[in-house]
């Protein structure tokens, strides 16, 4: 009996060596890990830190516009018109319709459809940090956001209002906007006016600012983006996106032709070749010139390009750089720098996208 009772002992013993063993094979592999990743965080930071600081900006807490100073009631005024159905000319949409706050500031469709049932013919960006562009639409028809906020409201493909003293007059008899159109511009004789229409909803949209990881990698902290996040911002530097794409916005404060070194049309299947600022300039040298994206919320703001042909972000990242580049990027760049552009996104506030009550 005692001679079983010690075999048992022993082999109880050889167990747990065998499990302490494993135990601290495990945590030796972890820490082991643990340093690789120390290491390679180490390596990319020493790369890519000042590069990407020097590069690119934090974003601001507001879009600042001295000729049109922010203030609680034309914030106010301008939300309440932003999702208001009666800046349309049947009641059918308002601008949240196409850039609709929940959804990252847009709707997820090729074009958008108008009040009159047309659709457009350029996909609808985001208008979220929109004011902090240097130019507005596509083709950059507009200085900034107080003015483009007045043209689709007259557009028959879009919000289809007659004219501007169709829809003041329609505004006028609301009592709640005759209320809130004289607290916003209290020194204004005859506050309900369109230009003040406008004044308002782009001081709303100034306040539309969405900061992310990024930004507070930006502010020094190295610890904001992940190994594999700093990955993709060097394969994003490195491949060179940084041609068109830095500043705060990694976008929207240039020109450039959509299709250097190809025929956009022949990469993105488009349905229609669409000669971007010709159109509205009509010089030859402005054929195919478009505003560069932003890419900030670029993960959750397909479809891609000015006509929404692309659907997939890894697809419009290996177009655009064969198209502007002549760059057959590998399928690591393309995961990595994907990867990278997630960290656009950040939080939406609340109180940006809850619908005020109807007046």
């Not at 506050?191 to 990024?214: D, H, Q, W, Y």
């Not at 502007?324 to 994907?338: C, F, K, P, Q, S």
Request: include cysteine; charged fraction near 25%; hydrophobic fraction near 35%.
């Amino acid at each position: 009996m005692k001679s079983l009772r010690t075999s048992h002992y022993i082999l109880l013993g050889i167990a747990l060596v065998f499990v302490n063993c494993g135990g601290g094979t495990e945590k030796n592999a972890g820490r082991k890990n643990q340093a690789q990743e120390y290491a390679e965080n180490t390596k990319l930071e020493k790369e890519i830190g000042q590069r990407a600081r020097s590069m690119f900006q934090p974003l601001p807490a507001l879009a600042e516009n001295p000729a049109n100073p922010v203030t609680p009631e034309k914030v106010a005024l301008g939300k309440q018109l932003y999702f208001d159905n009666r800046l349309s000319r049947d009641e059918t949409q308002s601008c949240n319709t196409c850039h609709d706050l929940a959804a990252f500031g847009v709707d997820h469709k090729r074009f958008s459809p108008g009040d009159a049932g047309m659709d457009g013919d350029r996909n609808s960006p985001t208008v979220y940090n929109s004011a902090l562009h240097s130019m507005q639409f596509w083709d950059g028809r507009a200085k900034d956001v107080e003015e483009q906020a007045g043209m689709p409201i007259l557009e028959s493909d879009e919000m289809n209002i007659p004219d501007e003293g169709f829809l003041i007059r329609r505004l006028k008899t609301v009592e709640g906007y005759r209320k809130m159109f004289a607290a916003a511009f209290p020194d204004d004789p005859d506050p309900v006016s369109f230009e003040n229409l406008k004044k308002a909803i782009g001081a709303f949209e100034r306040t539309l600012i969405t900061t992310s990881n990024f930004d507070d990698y930006l502010k020094g902290n190295q610890g904001a983006l992940t190994v594999a996040e700093k990955k993709g911002l060097k394969a994003f530097m490195d491949v060179g996106c940084v041609t068109c794409h830095t500043g705060s916005l990694l976008g929207a404060n240039m020109f450039q032709k959509f299709g250097v070194f190809h025929n956009y049309w022949e990469y993105t299947k488009s349905e229609t070749v669409d000669e971007g600022r010709a159109k509205e300039t009509g010089n030859e040298p402005d054929k195919y010139m478009f505003k560069v994206p932003a890419l900030r919320m670029v993960s959750n703001t397909y479809p891609y390009f000015h006509d929404g042909s692309v659907e997939s972000i890894e697809d419009a990242i290996r177009i655009i750089s064969k198209l502007n580049l002549d760059r057959d990027l590998t399928d690591e760049e393309v995961v990595d720098i994907a990867v990278f552009l997630n960290t656009m996104t950040g939080e939406i506030p609340s109180e940006f996208s809850r619908a005020p009550d109807p007046i």
